[in-house]
């Protein structure tokens, strides 16, 4: 099973800021990695896919980069609505796995 | 709009068979793929399984065959079994489309609203 790394754990970070949060898999997952965010209370929602595509109507200060086993997602300039953990995710590899979160929290 | 809904107990005793049911609404169930995911309590998400209305289907080796996964065509549904459960079933449970960009996968979109499930005796 592959196993996905996110860090760091939380991102203390103020309105405007820039968020970079990264995303370590144990092996190669090509560019076949997905990045979600999740509210409390609420389904995870797709962000990022093959990588770097946003999903429909995502805005664009989401981006992800990266190949192999290294990843990240940025935010820049850090909206109120963003504040909430995201989860990155391999799909290269049965069991499809996640990593264990990055909370972006209000400093 | 494609919109998923659970239902199924709250509440299990170890060792009984937990029995979850995915209604979709807005898209056929034979046009896509459907999983099964859980969210343990404070942790990252888990795939449990999919499954495709020709047959196709896998579950997570870590459930050790336990997992039992089904389509009702007529009533545009998917449904879940997990036997044997234990405390460590503890979870949010959600059924979700594997969306698809060109035939590659997409992302899980949508997810139902899920449904929390407590292994208790």
């Known amino acids: 099973e592959i196993v996905m790394t996110q860090s760091p754990a939380t991102l203390s970070l103020s309105p405007g800021e820039r968020a970079t949060l990264s995303c370590r898999a144990s092996q190669s997952v090509g560019s076949n990695l997905a990045w979600y965010q999740q509210k409390p209370g609420q389904a995870p929602r797709v962000l990022i896919y093959?990588?770097?595509k946003r999903a429909t109507g995502l805005p664009a200060r989401f981006s992800g980069s990266g190949s192999g086993a290294e990843f990240t997602l940025t935010i820049s300039g850090l909206q109120s609505e963003d504040f909430a953990v995201y989860y990155c995710?391999?799909?290269?590899?049965?069991?499809?796995?996640f990593g264990q979160g990055t909370k972006v929290e209000l400093k | 709009q494609v919109q998923l809904q659970e239902s199924g107990p709250g509440l299990m005793k170890p060792l009984e068979t937990l029995s979850l049911t995915c209604t979709v609404s807005g898209a056929s169930i034979r046009s896509y793929y459907w999983s099964w995911i859980r969210q343990p309590p404070g942790r990252g998400p888990e795939v449990i399984g999919f499954i495709f209305y020709s047959g196709d289907t896998n579950s997570n080796p870590s459930l050790k065959g336990r997992v039992t996964m089904s389509l009702d065509m007529s009533k545009n549904q998917i449904s879940l079994k997990l036997s044997s459960v234990t405390t460590a079933d503890t979870a949010v449970y959600y059924c979700a489309r594997d969306n698809i960009d060109s035939t590659l996968f997409a992302g899980y979109d949508p997810w139902g609203q899920g449904i929390p499930v407590i292994v208790s005796s």
């Open positions: 995710q391999q799909y290269n590899h049965w069991p499809r796995t």
């Open positions: 093959g990588a770097f």
